[in-house]
């Protein structure tokens, strides 16, 4: 599973709340991302870091921000909760496995529900 | 453009068949990686096989081969003998060499019958 955990794996909450998601890693991997899981969309990219404090927006950054102030976490955060956040969110890191092949490992995700 | 395209939203495919999953992708990198992932109902991301679009032969891992076909630019997954187990979603993935992104497709739901 490449180290990855989502904190938490289930959450439901209100319109308007913020609501704080948490990836950790145990490897030291420098790329680290966040993506939203949708039926008929697939995955799509909201976030993603390259290091410490260094962070980027994906094609769905829209009410989300996040921050990674030590290698191993990247906290995803949605700062007033909506219903089309609800939503089911991956994170993961890309490793280098050799001869130009540089994979993502995933986290086991993180269901949303935002009521 | 979406970069990654999968037109097949639901497949079926008889226990013991082959069955191919269709991926097309859109790049002007030269360098680039193409992945297929599955996902069964338990809901994880699991890698199944990389394809580089400079490697000259087509990836195989186990029953999972990818058709590569560069000027066509398409990537299809290719399950031989298919087992119950293949049932799942299966998304198709492109990382750019110059890039550190992941482009994923809408993904295929597989279902395997007996």
């Known amino acids: 599973d490449a180290g990855i955990t989502q904190s938490p794996r289930h959450k439901v909450t209100e319109t308007g709340t913020p609501v704080t998601l948490r990836c950790h890693q145990t490897?030291?991997?420098?790329?680290m991302y966040w993506y939203r899981q949708d039926p008929g969309h697939g995955l799509r990219l909201i976030h993603y870091s390259y290091g410490v404090k260094d962070t980027d927006k994906g094609e769905v950054s829209d009410g989300y921000s996040v921050s990674r102030s030590k290698t191993e976490d990247f906290l995803l955060t949605l700062e007033s909760a909506t219903s089309s956040q609800t939503s089911v969110y991956f994170c993961?890191?890309?490793?280098?496995?050799?001869?130009?092949?540089?994979?993502?490992?995933f986290g086991q995700g993180t269901r949303l529900t935002v009521v | 453009a979406q970069k990654i395209t999968q037109t097949q939203p639901g497949m079926f495919v008889q226990e013991k068949e082959a069955v191919t999953l269709d991926c097309t992708y859109d790049?002007?990198?030269?360098?680039?990686?193409l992945f297929w992932y599955k996902q069964p109902s338990s809901g994880e991301m699991i890698f199944l096989i990389y394809q580089g679009s400079y490697d000259q032969q087509n990836a195989t891992e186990g029953r999972y081969s990818l058709n590569f076909q560069k000027a066509r630019k398409s990537a299809n997954l290719v399950i031989s003998a298919s087992q119950l187990g293949d049932s799942a979603m299966y998304f198709c993935a492109m990382r750019e060499g110059g890039g550190n992104q992941f482009y994923f497709g809408t993904g295929t739901s597989l279902t395997v019958i007996p």
């Open positions: 490897e030291n991997h420098r790329y």
């Open positions: 790049t002007s990198d030269p360098s680039y990686g």
């Open positions: 993961a890191i890309s490793v280098f496995q050799g001869a130009g092949n540089t994979e993502a490992f």
